[in-house]
């Protein structure tokens, strides 16, 4: 048999009619050079919008069983309207839901993780030829339930889909040409990066790199699948992600900023074992994520407790962190909402610390505060003030890549 | 358990979100009454149109496979939206896709064929005292691909799932309060029936009477399922269909007009055996339904062939007709699409002379000329020019229903 090569396109790539067509053309590229693809696809643009929008007319609050079957009919319509579109041209193709690509999946509905996938069906289909075109985001419970994946859910069904198939690659098409070393619409100079390795990925990827998602590139780290993003509206080569990491020296790959984070402060803890460890267990029996964390010891023996989380989760936060307040006797909670994450992401940044003091340098010359710091192996961020971050990503981009490469 | 019944919902009773909202407190009268309701429903009024719209946009000639996984989204939209109505007012639901319901089918794409359900699944929801909310119209083959039912769908899913789970009744809610003994729109004085038996409804549905679907019919007549057509704008009763005839006399259950036929005449064919059958032959393997045909000797040894079919057929219908004409040298063919087929409905019609003898006098005391003549047991048809339709309709209404009641 030969190739197989899984695609995937996001709703983007699939919002039009016309987009559709467009995507059968990239997709009989890969078939004319003797691949066997397989698809995988969003729903279309608007879809996913108009149907929430009608079940937000009959219900706040509707079960997730029943959101999955109706959010479900998204991948399935445009499965049906690509598979049209490659016959109209003269190939022959087959659509497959989830429960018929064989993905098995738990029952947590709008938010299943994939447990296994039964690839006979998908297989016979290539032997005969066929260019099977899948419904990504969604799967089935062992029970015959459907299932969707939530977030990051079609990139995850794509390479879950190239490791059981054992696929040359994995292409993500998206409506950007690959990675970049910061995000164009904020650093004009930005550079797309050719290759980057999964760990540095996952870090640009958790630091709002919208291109893919960090469970699915964790999942492509996971089984060695080749991964690659490239643009649907053009012919350009994209990005390679693959394991090789560049352990020679340390290596800057992007700069990003993120907006959409909430710095939470309880202030006057009373210092006591184990109280810094009931507040994080709160919040993570609540789901909330919790990014960078901080502890200063204050004045007469109170501790103020910092941490950082998305805005999206703020109301339930904040009730959570009040409730803890007056239970443990604190004296208040500060929620700080005008704050950005700005980062740079390398491989070794760490064991050097150069990178670290040249990031510092960097934000002290242009008189930005640093509110907070964390490190990891591949990445260095800092909370600053929301109204400083454009000006320090330019100049981190200027010092980590313009004056670098 | 408590008794199971069938509550079949069409695409005007769920068009709307308001439309599914009334829906939910239709199945919850149910419910309340100790009913275990099983409720089957097509899509949303417009949705096929929109996914039929794409699908044009895209393809003249679409497969059909992928047709189905296409418009099988329409009520797995429904289902999901009605569930989530009937949990928003407290009651527990469940809904279940054509393959969920082990609705398996033959694989005719498009027009496919009930060959058995597997009820397990639906029994165990019941059994946990859940509404179960099923996708009419389709259904799966053995090999797990998606398929619907074509015509009249919904209505042969409510009623072969009614047959499965020996339900106690099947109601049909569409947008009439039940049959009448002519279509109210046409006949003003028409009046609903309150019984009317499986024969007599199989002739009024056939003859265009648009509340079943004739298939439909046939099936609740194979398994004695109890059938009721009602009203989901109020609470009327229904018409009853069940068993029983009126065996005693001829009794006129209603009169029918039928616009949307055609006229065929194969002028000056050969008087050779089997020519006609030839003719029927290839027009059956081209599916073309024919309805009713006559056959006159004409002068020097020619015949006149008259048949009628369907206004959506008559393309085909024509290409096929000219084929054969040149064929087998007849002279010509003739189309008149200006004729209604104009019909009495009852039982033990065709035993009693004096019914038909009353039509004809009937239509010809209003000058309106008879074309042609079909008669079955239960009914009598007559092909006349389609400006004489409304005239025939209400003299024949007045004479057969109002003068006897």
């Known amino acids: 048999m030969n190739s197989i090569v899984v695609l995937k396109f996001g709703g983007t790539s699939v919002g039009t009619i016309e987009r559709i067509k467009a995507t059968a053309e990239k997709i009989i590229e890969q078939k004319n050079k003797g691949f066997l693809p397989v698809i995988v696809v969003s729903a279309m643009g608007s879809t996913t919008n108009e149907l929430l929008g009608m079940a937000n007319q009959i219900s706040h609050n509707p079960k997730p069983r029943e959101m999955d079957v109706l959010l479900s009919t998204g991948e399935q319509i445009t499965i049906a309207l690509l598979s049209m579109a490659l016959s109209e041209r003269g190939y022959d193709t087959i659509s497959l839901t989830g429960a018929q690509c064989g993905i098995i999946t738990s029952s947590s509905h709008q938010n299943a993780r994939i447990d296994n996938i039964d690839t006979s069906r998908i297989i016979n289909e290539l032997k005969n030829d066929r260019i099977v075109i899948a419904a990504g985001f969604q799967g089935v419970t062992g029970n015959g339930d459907i299932t969707t994946l939530g977030r990051g859910g079609s990139d995850t069904t794509a390479v879950a889909l190239a490791a059981s198939l054992k ?90 900023s993120q907006d959409d984070i909430v710095r939470v402060s309880v202030v006057g803890v009373p210092d006591e074992p184990g109280i810094a460890f009931k ?81 510092f340098k960097t934000l002290s010359e242009n008189g930005i505060n640093i509110q907070m710091i964390s490190t990891s192996e591949t990445r260095i961020s800092c909370i600053i003030d929301n109204a400083s971050s454009q000006l320090a990503l330019k100049n981190l981009h200027k010092v980590f890549i313009e004056n670098v490469s």
Chains 1, 2 share one sequence.
């Open 167 to 256: 696929a040359k690659w994995c292409d993500i098409y998206t409506d950007v040409s690959g990675v970049y070393s910061a995000d164009p619409r904020k650093v004009e100079s930005a550079t797309k990066i050719d290759y980057i390795s999964y760990d540095e990925m996952l870090e640009m990827a958790k630091l709002g790199a919208g291109v893919l998602h960090p469970r699915a590139v964790e999942l492509a780290r996971a089984y060695s699948v080749n991964l690659r993003v490239r643009s649907s509206f053009s012919n350009e080569e994209g990005t390679v992600i693959g394991m090789k990491n560049n352990m020679e020296k340390a290596y800057i790959r992007g700069v990003s």
């Open 279 to 359: 507040l994080f267990k709160v919040l993570s029996e609540n789901h909330i994520r919790v990014d960078m964390i901080i502890q200063n010891l204050n004045h007469n023996l109170l501790n103020d407790i910092s941490f950082t989380t998305t805005i999206e989760s703020i109301n339930k936060t904040k009730e959570i962190v009040e409730n803890f307040v007056s239970k443990i006797g604190a004296e208040g909670i500060k929620i700080n909402d005008s704050v950005s994450k700005i980062s740079v992401i390398g491989t070794g940044i760490m064991g050097y610390g150069e990178t670290a003091s040249i990031f």
